[in-house]
Every structure is written in structure tokens, then in C-alpha cells.
């Protein structure tokens, strides 16, 4: 093996080893950039119905109690979370005995709200769906907590 | 999708690139296989398909793993981790040949790292297959903390612990010796994630004011002086510098992150500070690692692995020997606490700067997972586990390098190791099973109809 070669085959493995981590930042780098923006497909019915019925854009500012034994109450919406739950320290006591102490959150991250399961009993449900991580609720989308339902209104 | 128009991310899945990536670092981890042989003794190695095949069919393996039941997961990290562990397992095959020409009763390594590696692989599969969610950890939270106590226990037991070079940190098992602080690592980290998860509110409370940083209560420093006395009792009992200060930066840090209160990185470095002058003073063995950082000439004879180590490097210069080429067997353990040095000897100043980058991009890779994560359990385990390998990165390749005192812990992926390079697979497994679940589309949000709702009885 000539000095030549091994200089070569030096030389070259780092080239490679170079152009891997390179080609690793890239892919990085797509992967930031490039995200495919898509337009959600057309939802269900009954949203854009509502949306359109109350004319809401924008951020939502009460978090409204819709059905269940504390209906009508509201609480307004701040930057903060707000604790739904049987417990003292819950933005609305809810007198629901099929609710938690600490039943459920809403939270925002300044653009939308999203609700997040506390671990309670008897769960959260946004339609027949039980809310296991933060999901991203809507004006207008009903989440149940125990026999109470609440809403987010503009 | 705050509004049903608005445009949604979709990330994508990236699946192709991961395998051009993967591509890549087989023909690292295959071509430099080859160039030892060459710049060695002129040949290819007789091993390079049945060895060269075994890599690339496993490697293959995960990444099919990957597509199948991870399909979202982050593309960059399994490549940067396979071209890390293929570099490793050719370092240690070269060491092999080294010392198997001088004539030194130790070895050969290579074998055993690639039985390891194939058994990690296989391994980071089932953890893939078995954990389909990373919530489900949490559930377990103070399981994984009891397992991680036994973990770290085990070694001072009477029979099953066994003191090897001046560290009570193995256990022996018949003929297998295993380091349980590996699986230690990762257990600590689930418990901080699930614990903190549960308690940061209380210990996220402001207490006095100082200099512009919130200090947190003077009841609320229980966890934290619980977590500093069991680093110091590992420092005490299983002489083990590197996993005391793991473990206590990890710590330190998870709270940190779980609080977004500065006060924890302050009280934390002051209780460091405090615990290195006491074991400064207490104990020899730190006091001789100082010594050897501080100036490693001053005793040749003791101080003849650190010194041989820097010789290396600048053996190496700019863009090294190249393979097969250097002297990496004179360091004594250049296989395995030493690869770094034996890396940068043959592949300079250009190569390890590239290992480093490697494992700089992984490190970035589990951050961007933790801050993509939306549950805070999620994001406090991606923090805790690749903070963890942070840590243990910089401990290792700065005692290497003479920038921090030497602590013995092993560099992830490339040193010599079984317990190390297992659990290390097991880490990569879960940060992409977390990743897969944060870029996993959600699941679209069907608004409540009176159909198919779940009907609440009236009373």
C-alpha cells in the first residue's frame, strides 16, 4: 500500500464522514422549513354551521357552561389555564358528581386553546372521543365533563 | 386548526431520507472497516461481508422497525446513531489489532461490541414494538424510581458486587459483569419526568428574591438535597465520580426545565460546589484525578493514561494518522474511556470535530423532540434523556481532552461496553417514540352530534 493511497483513503474517508454530518443538517434544516402546509379538509357539518350561525373569528373569550347542574355560569378568558373540577381551586366549581377534583384544563398557547384530561375518573370527551393529550378545541366544540358540557364563546 | 380554514402543519415523515442517511453511515461504519485493514496490513479484513453484513442487515432492521411502527418519528437520529456505533465498533476492532501485535494479554473487544450492538438493535425493536405510547410510563412512575434505587444499590451488595479498577460500580452475574448505573440512567430519568410532572407546581412557587433570581422556599429543597446526598452516597460508597455527577446534573436540570425557575441552577451549583470540595478533601481518588488534571507531569508514572491520551491527540494533528495508521493501543482502556483520544490520533482534528458534531446533532434532535412534545411528561423525559447523554458527552470527551477533571464515564455508542451501548439503543428508542407521537398528526375533532354522542342519562 502505497504512502499515496493511504493519504488518499485518509483524505476520502473524512470527506465522507464530513459530507454525512452535512447531509444530516440539511435534512434538519428541511425538516424545519419545510413542512408541507395543507389546508384541512372540509370538517364535518355541524362546525362551520355554528361557526357561521354566531359569526365568530378570533380568539374566544368566555369559557361557557352549556348543560349539566352549573349551566349558564361562565368564566372569562385570560392568558392563563383555567382548572374545570369539583375541587376549591377550579376556576367554575362544578357541583357534577360524575366530575374530579382536578378534572380537566383548558390552556392556551396564545394562538388556540386546547383542553387536557387531569386524570379524572370519569374523562373528558370532545363527541364520543375520550380527550387523552391536550387537544386543540374550537369556538363552538362541545366538551363534556361528567353529565356538564362546556364551550368556548367569543 | 384554530379556525377550520386556517393551514395546518403536516411534518413530514421523512422515511426516504432516513435510509439515504442510513446508507451513508453503513458506507462509514463498512468503509472504515476497510481502511484499518489497509492501513494496517495492506489488506481488506477477511470479515468485512460476514461483519460488514451483520451491521447493515441490523441497521436495516431498525430502520424497517422505524417505517413500520414509528412511522412519524424524528428521520436524523437512528443514521447519526448508527454511524456512531459503526465508528466505535471498527476503533475497538483497530485497538484489537494493535494489541494483539504488541503482544498484550487483553482482548480482542471487537467481537463482543458487535454481539452488544446487534443485541441494542435488537432491543431498540422492542421497545418500539412493546411501548406504544410514552404516557404509559408514567403510570409507573415510582416503579422505574424504586428500580433505579435497586439499580444503583446492587453493586455495593456483598456478592454480586464487584470492584473492578477502583470502582465499585459491576455487578457479576455468573460469567456476565453488567453496570447497572447504565439502566439506572434511564429509570432516574422516567421517575424526575414523572415526578416532577406531579410536584412542580409546589416547587415551582417563588420564594425570596435575590439578585433577580427567584430562590425557591427553604421547605421546598427537599427533593433537591435527597437527590445531591444519594450522588454524594454513590460518590462515597461506589467510588464513582462520573455517574454522581451525572445523576445530580440531571437532576438538577429536569427541575430546572419542569420549573423554568433559574433558583434550582443556582442552589443546585452551589450544593455541586459544595460537593466537590468535600470530596476534594475526603476522598484520594478525587483528589489524584484533580492532581492529573491540573498538571498530569508532575507524576508520569501515575499519570501515564491522560499523557499518552494528549500524545495521541497531537499524534493525530489536523486530519490524523488515518486508519490503522496511529498507535491508539499504547493509551491503556483506548477502547473503551479513551476512544475519543484513540479517534482523534487516527482521525485528527477533522474527524473528531465530525464525532462531536454527531453527537451535538443528536443532543439537538432529543431538545427539538422535547419542545415539539404537547405533553409536559413527554417533554420532561425527552429533556431528562438527552440531557442525560449531554452530560455524559461532555464529562467523557472533556476529561479526554484535559478541559475538566477525568470522571470514567463511557462515551455513548462508541466505547467498549455492553451495559453502556444496550441501554444507550434503549434511549434512541424512546426519544423516537416520543418524537413519533409529537409529529403524528392529531387525530381530526369530530364536534359533538347528536347521533353518535355518548348519551347522558337523565336522572
Given amino acids: ?154 | 386548526m384554530s379556525s377550520p380554514l386556517n393551514p395546518v402543519w403536516i411534518p413530514r415523515k421523512r422515511r426516504g431520507a432516513e435510509l439515504g442517511l442510513l446508507v451513508l453511515a453503513l458506507v462509514i461504519g463498512i468503509g472504515s472497516y476497510a481502511a484499518v485493514g489497509l492501513g494496517f496490513n495492506g489488506q481488506v479484513p477477511s470479515g468485512i461481508y460476514t461483519v460488514g453484513g451483520i451491521y447493515a442487515l441490523v441497521a436495516l432492521g431498525a430502520h424497517v422497525a422505524v417505517r413500520r411502527f414509528a412511522a412519524y418519528a424524528d428521520p436524523v437520529l437512528l443514521p447519526l446513531v448508527v454511524a456512531l456505533n459503526g465508528i466505535g465498533l471498527v476503533m475497538i476492532y483497530r485497538i484489537d489489532l494493535g494489541l494483539d501485535a504488541a503482544g498484550s494479554p487483553f482482548g480482542p473487544f471487537a467481537q463482543g461490541q458487535l454481539r452488544w450492538t446487534v443485541l441494542g438493535i435488537l432491543l431498540f425493536v422492542g421497545v418500539l414494538v412493546l411501548i406504544r405510547d410514552h404516557r404509559r410510563l408514567q403510570q409507573y412512575t415510582y416503579t422505574f424510581g424504586l428500580g433505579a434505587l435497586v439499580l444503583l444499590v446492587l453493586p455495593i451488595l456483598p456478592v454480586i458486587g464487584n470492584a473492578k479498577r477502583g470502582a465499585q460500580i459491576w455487578i457479576q452475574l455468573g460469567p456476565f459483569s453488567f453496570q447497572p448505573a447504565e439502566a439506572a440512567k434511564i429509570a432516574l430519568a422516567i421517575f424526575f419526568a414523572g415526578y416532577l410532572v406531579a410536584k412542580r407546581d409546589a416547587l415551582a412557587l417563588a420564594g425570596r428574591r435575590v439578585l433577580g433570581v427567584d430562590l425557591p422556599r427553604g421547605r421546598d429543597l427537599g427533593p433537591i438535597l435527597v437527590g445531591w446526598l444519594a450522588s454524594i452516597g454513590i460518590l462515597v460508597f461506589q467510588r464513582d465520580l462520573g455517574s454522581s455527577l451525572l445523576f445530580f446534573g440531571l437532576f438538577v436540570v429536569m427541575l430546572y426545565v419542569a420549573t423554568e425557575r433559574p433558583g434550582w441552577i443556582v442552589v443546585g451549583g452551589l450544593l455541586f460546589a459544595a460537593g466537590s470540595w468535600f470530596g476534594y478533601t475526603a476522598f484520594g481518588h478525587v483528589r489524584d484525578r484533580f492532581d492529573a488534571w491540573l498538571d498530569p507531569w508532575a507524576d508520569p508514572d501515575r499519570n501515564y493514561q491522560i499523557i499518552t491520551a494528549l500524545y495521541g491527540l497531537g499524534h493525530g494533528g489536523l486530519l490524523g494518522r488515518g486508519w490503522g495508521q496511529g498507535s491508539p493501543e499504547i493509551t491503556p482502556f483506548g477502547f473503551s474511556d479513551f476512544i475519543l483520544s484513540s479517534i482523534g490520533e487516527e482521525l485528527g482534528l477533522a474527524g473528531f470535530m465530525a464525532v462531536l458534531l454527531i453527537y451535538g446533532l443528536i443532543v439537538e434532535r432529543g431538545l427539538r423532540i422535547a419542545l415539539t412534545c404537547r405533553d409536559a411528561f413527554g417533554k420532561l423525559l425527552a429533556v431528562g434523556l438527552t440531557v442525560s447523554f449531554a452530560l455524559q458527552v461532555f464529562v467523557v470527551a472533556g476529561g479526554v481532552t484535559r478541559l475538566i477533571p477525568l470522571t470514567g464515564l463511557t462515551a455513548p455508542f462508541l466505547a467498549a461496553g455492553g451495559s453502556s451501548i444496550i441501554m444507550n439503543w434503549i434511549v434512541v428508542a424512546l426519544l423516537l417514540r416520543i418524537s413519533d407521537q409529537t409529529r403524528r398528526p392529531t387525530p381530526a375533532v369530530a364536534a359533538i352530534g347528536v347521533d353518535d354522542a355518548t348519551q347522558v342519562v337523565k336522572l
Avoid at chain 1, 109 to 122: A, C, H, K, P, R
Fill in chain 1, 1 to 154: 500500500m502505497s504512502e499515496l493511497t493511504l493519504t488518499l483513503i485518509k483524505l476520502g474517508f473524512l470527506a465522507v464522514l464530513w459530507l454525512f454530518v452535512l447531509s444530516a443538517v440539511s435534512v434538519i434544516r428541511t425538516d424545519i422549513f419545510g413542512k408541507k402546509i395543507t389546508t384541512q379538509d372540509k370538517p364535518r357539518e355541524p362546525k362551520p354551521r355554528k361557526v357561521k350561525r354566531r359569526r365568530m373569528r378570533g380568539a374566544p373569550t368566555t369559557l361557557q357552561i352549556v348543560d349539566g347542574p352549573n349551566a349558564g355560569q361562565s368564566v372569562p378568558l385570560g392568558d392563563g389555564p383555567i382548572l374545570l373540577g369539583r375541587g376549591t381551586d377550579a376556576a367554575i366549581r362544578l357541583d357534577d358528581d360524575y366530575v374530579s377534583t382536578r378534572h380537566a384544563r383548558f390552556a392556551t398557547n396564545g394562538e388556540q386553546w386546547f383542553v387536557e384530561d387531569l386524570g379524572s375518573t370519569n374523562g373528558t370527551y370532545i363527541g364520543n372521543q375520550r380527550v387523552t393529550s391536550p387537544v386543540p378545541v374550537s369556538i363552538g366544540t362541545s366538551v363534556r365533563l361528567g353529565k356538564t358540557i362546556v364551550e368556548l364563546r367569543k
